[in-house]
Each structure stands twice: as structure tokens, then as C-alpha cells.
């Protein structure tokens, strides 16, 4: 009697790895400007939101396109990455230099994603936005920073810069 070799099926990820990786993926992308990975990370239908913006769709992935493209000095460290089978987590760290203004700023972000289909369809980043207001902005987000007005004036204007910068890039036009 000869024996076969017994053949195994390839081993696949959990979606608890799969998740993992995907977050992994996405921070170091960023960590080398690579919008474009970032982008491929997120599902077609996704939606993210922070103390700025509220996305949706090819809107996210222009987001972070212009942030990879406009921060010369950006750095980033990330870590604390967990994810199960439905969500994710991470902390991660910016350091740019804020163009409005020169100020050099320390962005320390708490993200909570969910998945679909092996991609992240809901991001959410949380920062203290009256502590980033006055590293950007200085006296004015020192003063004014804790409060509504100063939140939606910074939301308006980040939300315009974002549209001339879709509508300068044809692959963003008509989302």
C-alpha cells in the first residue's frame, strides 16, 4: 500500500487577521504618502468623519490624497492597532506644519473603523480639536478653539480646499 501525501487546503486568514493587516496596510501607506493604498483600503459606500470633515465615498480617499500631497513635513507614527472581525482600532500621531498659518502641529488621533467586505466602510478619527486649534492657529485657537464658532469656520474652510482640490483632479469630478 502506498501512502499519498495528504493535501492541505491553503490556510486562510481570520477575519480577525485580515482586519489586523488591513489597518496595518493603511497606516504605513500613509506613513509613505501612499494615497493611493489608503484609498484601496476603503469600500466603495464608505463614510468617515473627524473634528473637521464628514466624507463620504471618493471623497475620503481626496482627503487624504491632498493631505498626503500638501504635507512636505508630515511624520506619523501609529500603534495600538486591534481589530475583530466587525471592528477596528488605532492610535496614531501626526506631526506637519499647519500651511495656513506655519504653525508646526502634534495631532494625536483615536480611530475606530468598521469593515464590510474586507474593506473599512466607517472611519472615525477623534482629537482634541481646541488642543490642535491652538498648536495651529496660536492665541486665536487658544482663545477661541474650545468653541463652536472657531470648529465650524476651520470645517468650512478645510471643506473648500478639499473641493478645489477634487475639482482639480478629474479622477474626484462628478462625486
Known amino acids: 500500500m502506498t501512502l499519498q501525501p495528504t493535501v492541505q ?3 486562510t486568514k481570520t477575519e480577525t487577521q485580515q482586519h489586523t493587516d488591513l489597518l496595518n496596510r493603511f497606516y504605513r501607506a500613509f506613513q509613505n504618502k501612499d494615497y493611493a493604498t489608503m484609498q484601496a483600503c476603503y469600500h466603495p459606500d464608505a463614510e ?10 471618493k471623497e475620503i480617499g481626496a482627503m487624504w490624497h491632498m493631505l498626503c500631497e500638501r504635507g512636505k513635513d508630515l511624520t506619523l507614527e501609529f500603534g495600538q492597532v486591534t481589530a475583530d472581525a466587525q471592528t477596528g482600532r488605532a492610535f496614531w500621531q501626526a506631526g506637519y506644519t499647519f500651511s495656513t ?37 496660536g492665541p486665536a485657537g487658544l482663545l477661541l ?4 464658532l472657531l470648529h465650524r469656520k476651520v470645517s468650512k ?5 478639499l473641493q478645489k482640490f477634487m475639482a482639480g483632479h ?3 469630478r462628478g462625486s
Do not use: C
Open 157 to 161: 474652510m478645510a471643506s473648500q480646499n
Open 9 to 11: 487546503a491553503p490556510l
Open 145 to 148: 478653539g474650545w468653541g463652536p
Open 170 to 172: 478629474s479622477e474626484y
Open 48 to 57: 468617515f468623519q473627524d473634528e473637521v470633515f464628514t466624507l463620504k465615498g
Open 101 to 137: 498659518t506655519g504653525r508646526y502641529v502634534v495631532n494625536k488621533l483615536n480611530a475606530s473603523f468598521e469593515f464590510k467586505d474586507g474593506k473599512i466602510i466607517r472611519h472615525r478619527d477623534r482629537f482634541n480639536f481646541w488642543k490642535w486649534s491652538r498648536q495651529a492657529l
